[in-house]
């Protein structure tokens, strides 16, 4: 009988064959399912790629190559990277309508989905500036002032201190930033599109970009960037200004000037 009860199983043995069951299958689990969902990533990826080179195909080997190479029309896409497809296309600039001095801002004709397989497959030819995620680009607490001063600094030249845009040489022009996308500014600090310099992360930190796209947004709001003195003729600064106030200011002056002088002489012959 003693040695019967010896061999009888402690009550908690049912549990920790339990315990340890379960944990064989979460090591199982944590084993292949990594794998797994790797593996289905994988997969989508290539199908992005897939979709985006049909796309490419049809919209834009005509002018960059069928592997995009480049021709004498468009620019080769090898290292460009995701980042400048999403910034081209999903602002309209691309496909371009006709060739000139500077591919002008238009209606968008792609789907985001159309547009990240055609940044996928893009992408694929090298590599090159990644889209940005939602926490990059946000301006929320950021630094609105170093916003400012670094915009002053680095962008103002061309873009105006307002955003207005400006002119510059052979017909190409900095464009207003006004209802610019947070992404879309972001990508083109990053990309440095047409005739704008690239800010990489080694030359303009994450943060310091996402300070002057608060300036941005707060220089187009209109409870925060009101103008105090009324017209503010297009914010194009002392040219505009001076130019407003000869024509109108000056011809003011000489019609006055007409209209005294005339109703003097007519005083005098009466």
């Given at each position: 009988?003693k040695?019967?009860?010896a ?9 920790v ?30 199908l992005?790629?897939?979709?985006g080179?049909?796309?490419?195909t ?7 190559g ?8 468009g ?11 999403d ?10 309508q ?11 004709i ?6 990240d ?5 893009v ?23 170093n916003?400012?001063?670094?915009f002053r600094?680095?962008?103002a ?7 207005k ?12 930033l ?48 009101s103008s ?12 505009s ?30």
């Amino acid at each position: 009988m003693k040695k019967l009860s010896a061999r009888r199983r402690h009550p908690l043995a049912a549990v920790v064959v339990l315990l340890l069951a379960l944990a064989a299958t979460g090591g199982l689990y944590a084993a292949f399912a990594p794998a797994d969902t790797a593996q289905a990533d994988q997969t989508s990826q290539s199908l992005a790629i897939e979709e985006g080179k049909k796309l490419y195909t049809v919209g834009c080997a005509s002018c960059h190559g069928t592997d995009g190479e480049g021709t004498t029309d468009g620019p080769s896409l090898v290292g460009v990277g995701s980042a400048a497809v999403d910034f081209q296309v999903g602002t309209g600039r691309m496909p371009a309508q006709q060739p000139g001095a500077q591919v002008p801002k238009k209606k968008n004709i792609y789907t985001q989905a159309e547009i990240d397989q055609l940044a996928a497959y893009v992408a694929s030819l090298g590599a090159g500036p990644i889209t940005p995620t939602e926490k990059q680009y946000s301006p929320t607490g950021a630094d609105v002032g170093n916003g400012g001063e670094l915009f002053r600094t680095n962008c103002a030249q061309c873009h105006n201190f307002t955003g207005k845009g400006g002119a510059l040489t052979e017909g190409k022009y900095a464009p207003t930033l006004e209802g610019v996308s947070a992404k879309h500014l972001y990508e083109a600090m990053q990309t440095g599109p047409q005739n704008m310099p690239s800010f990489p992360d080694g030359v303009m930190p994450e943060q310091e970009k996402r300070d002057i796209i608060a300036y941005v947004e707060a220089m187009n709001d209109p409870k925060v960037a009101s103008s105090p003195g009324g017209l503010t003729l297009g914010g194009l600064g002392p040219v505009s200004e001076g130019l407003f106030a000869w024509i109108f200011g000056l011809g003011g002056l000489i019609a006055a000037a007409v209209w005294v002088a005339a109703h003097t002489a007519k005083a005098k012959k009466s």
